[in-house]
């Protein structure tokens, strides 16, 4: 079966750089989720969209956005990088009302 | 605020026992909970869910048992296999239409020895 698929799966980028990650979800999925996961900590959700159209926002900072496309892949824009937004950044997708995400294998950020 | 706890970082068991991972939650506006599993390097695997509405849901050698007055919940795995050992953690969803996002507890990796 597809699955949630995230590119590119590493980034390696300097202080003050910008990082553009893509997400495509399960095929007829029409939401989207991004997390970000600092080392040793959990998940933290970032931004979701629905239908294309931002429907929540967590703890994502200013210097991030976010949309998604009319074929329902997503991206996260990331601008002025910082060392502390080195993690590893997951895209999940759900379809309607449906509970369980379902995550990409997410892509390893690292900034220096 | 850890509003998903999980307050067992490792748990060792041996094979073919029955393996218990426990979560608790503070939320009371939380109406559905998720078990995911994590390889290293790999995302989040879902498991198995259960409703706010229900106590116990299972899924082959996976249960969920949800006590909602203690805010508890456990995820028994029997018999546990070697290829059980990753990272599990437990998720929460206030529900409330589409798009709900999820509050991960902070995981506990299971070791399954021979």
């Known amino acids: 079966a597809a699955g949630v698929i995230q590119s590119p799966r590493h980034l390696i980028k300097e202080k003050r750089e910008t990082a553009t990650l893509k997400c495509y979800p399960i095929?007829?999925?029409?939401?989207v989720y991004w997390y970000q996961q600092g080392p040793g900590q959990d998940p933290q959700f970032l931004i979701s969209?629905?239908?294309?159209?931002?429907?929540d926002k967590g703890s994502i900072p200013d210097r991030f956005s976010a949309q998604q496309f009319s074929d329902y892949h997503s991206e996260l824009n990331m601008s002025s990088l910082e060392l502390g937004d080195s993690a590893l950044y997951f895209c999940?997708?759900?379809?309607?009302?449906?509970?369980?995400?379902?995550f990409g294998p997410g892509t390893r950020l690292t900034v220096t | 605020d850890q509003q998903v706890k999980q307050n067992s970082p490792s748990l060792s068991v041996q094979e073919g026992r029955i393996s218990i991972l426990n979560c608790d939650y503070t939320?009371?506006?939380?109406?559905?909970f998720l078990w995911y599993k994590k390889y290293p390097a790999e995302g989040p695997t879902f498991l198995i869910s259960?409703?706010?509405?229900?106590d116990k849901n299972e899924d082959g050698r996976f249960t969920v048992f949800l006590n909602k007055s203690a805010k508890h919940l456990s995820l028994h795995i029997v018999p546990s296999q070697p290829g059980d050992s990753a990272v599990y953690f437990c998720a929460a969803s206030g529900g409330a239409g589409t798009a709900s996002k999820l509050t991960f507890g902070t995981g506990t990796r299971l070791q399954v020895t021979l």
């Open positions: 999940a997708s759900t379809r309607g009302t449906s509970y369980e995400q379902y």
């Open positions: 939320n009371s506006m939380f109406d559905y």
């Open positions: 969209f629905y239908e294309k159209m931002q429907s």
């Open positions: 259960i409703s706010s509405i229900k």
């Open positions: 095929p007829r999925h029409d939401t």
